[in-house]
């Protein structure tokens, strides 16, 4: 059967915007992971994550803002990313942190480090983390601090954008299941956070769903002790920040 034609339009990503503010959480995650990274937050240089965004998105963006340009791979891993995207989506780079333009952030820049997570039967019960950055990504290893405004923006963003673009939820239906394989294989569950917030665990092998409590979520190296975040800084050349972690 035919994937249903996509109808969402460059204004549609405007009105996504609008209604998808919300921080992660009140604290400045980026400023723990910067030191890691170059002194960029992992979600804001290409060398960590490429943004993905559908064309149409783009065609919005160009109307709004110079910040953003078409994405040039560097190397195989990139170029591969590149290769692999679907004909209606593009890669795209942008100036940097420092030149950051809040409302003129992607979806998926809004929602990093999660992305909509479903289950078997194809229901969207919560939002997942995108576990390749997880040695990199501080609040993958604190998620209870995560605000639940966030959490409802992200679910109501993503289930408006379902019905826009059928293929933007065929491509989480196949995310989910390629978790739930990856999981499986480490023979770890699977963090969660529920619709309006709560912590979930799910079982890979059976896609079973389970209230988590914060001790399920087991922090992942180099954040897993202050010591350890302090030793991996040193190595990357960081430097701690010397205030700690203010609200954001």
């Excluded at 950055?133 to 679910?155: G, H, K, P, T, Y």
């Amino acid at each position: 059967m035919a994937m249903p034609k996509a109808t969402i339009k460059p204004q549609d990503f405007a009105t996504l915007y609008e209604g998808f503010t919300a921080p992660v959480s009140r604290f400045d995650c980026g400023r723990k992971c910067a030191p890691l990274n170059g002194g960029e937050p992992v979600c804001c240089s290409t060398q960590n994550a490429v943004p993905v965004v559908h064309k149409v998105e783009f065609d919005l963006l160009k109307t709004r803002t110079d910040l953003w340009s078409k994405f040039k791979p560097y190397d195989y891993a990139t170029r591969q990313i590149v290769a692999e995207l679907t004909s209606d989506c593009m890669a795209i780079h942008c100036k940097g942190a420092r030149h950051c333009e809040r409302d003129n952030r992607t979806i998926a820049c809004r929602g990093f480090p999660f992305y909509p997570y479903l289950t078997r039967q194809k229901e969207f019960v919560g939002i997942g983390t995108y576990w390749v950055f997880e040695d990199r990504c501080w609040m993958m290893s604190n998620l209870e601090i995560v605000d639940r405004a966030f959490v409802e923006q992200f679910v109501a963003t993503y289930e408006a954008l379902f019905i826009k673009d059928h293929s933007e939820f065929t491509t989480y239906v196949d995310f989910s299941a390629s978790a739930r394989r990856v999981y499986s294989r480490w023979k770890r569950e699977i963090p969660l956070l529920g619709r309006q917030g709560e912590l979930l665990i799910v079982e890979p092998s059976t896609g079973n769903i389970r209230p988590g409590k914060k001790k399920d979520y087991p922090k992942i190296a180099p954040f897993n002790s202050e010591k350890e975040y302090r030793e991996a800084v040193k190595e990357a050349g960081g430097e701690v920040p010397k205030e700690g972690l203010r609200a954001a």
